[in-house]
């Protein structure tokens, strides 16, 4: 899922843990993707893409073994839980932490086409859905339903639902072809879109943060 939604689940799990402070809970749900960002940036995984970006399916994340490997972050979660629960004797913030990383796991299970693997020894099997190559309009859909969802389940205010519109709005053009937007750009240039994406995470960390 995009930035926004990955923020919004943050919210669910706020909503359970009462006593955790939500910034924990925002970093945890975002802490694949900024892993992500900093391995593409260092050059260790590959995001390519097709000669002309038109929507989200034209942007393929080739390579990205340890970021995004099912027993990788699986296994991240349980070791924040350990240390943050035991370590830190903060029962509640370590589950929080670990429910999150977790969360962003199962979310681009969902979403992603088949480009999560198992573990990073392993290049197949690959998992994803496939739905923002096969079905942009509905992954669409479901990402702005999603957010608005975790909003209504948190009971937030106005800003807090404005701000998750918005940003869902907002990346309209990374699921049609005939809208145009700054994807436009990101033809074989991996590093700007490593870099739209982590600005991303830190303006909707810290808005949800804020309006939460």
Same mark, same amino acid.
């Given at each position: ?21 939500? +910034? ?24 390519? +893409?097709?000669?002309? #970006? ?51 796991? #199962? ?106």
């Amino acid at each position: 899922m995009f930035a926004i939604n990955h923020a919004a689940t943050a919210l669910i799990i706020k909503k359970e843990f009462v006593d955790v402070p939500i +910034t924990w809970i925002l970093i945890s749900v975002q802490f694949m993707e900024i892993i992500w960002v900093g391995l593409n940036l260092l050059g260790v995984e590959k995001t390519t +893409t097709e000669k002309e #970006v038109r929507y989200v399916g034209d942007i393929h994340l080739s390579y990205m073994p340890f970021s995004h490997s099912v027993a990788t972050m699986l296994g991240v979660a349980l070791l924040a839980w350990f240390l943050i629960s035991k370590g830190l004797n903060q029962p509640n913030i370590g589950l929080a932490v670990g429910i999150g990383i977790v969360s962003h796991l #199962v979310l681009d299970l969902i979403t992603h086409s088949n480009d999560i693997v198992l573990t990073p020894s392993f290049e197949s099997p690959k998992f994803g859905l496939g739905l923002y190559s096969k079905y942009p309009t509905a992954a669409f859909l479901l990402e702005i339903g999603y957010g608005i969802a975790c909003w209504w389940i948190y009971r937030g205010g106005w800003a807090l639902l404005i701000t998750i519109v918005v940003f869902n709005l907002a990346n309209i053009s990374m699921f049609s072809r005939a809208v145009v937007g700054i994807e436009r750009r990101m033809a074989n240039r991996p590093s700007l879109i490593a870099v739209v994406i982590f600005a991303q995470i830190l303006v909707t960390m810290i808005l949800v943060g804020i309006f939460s």
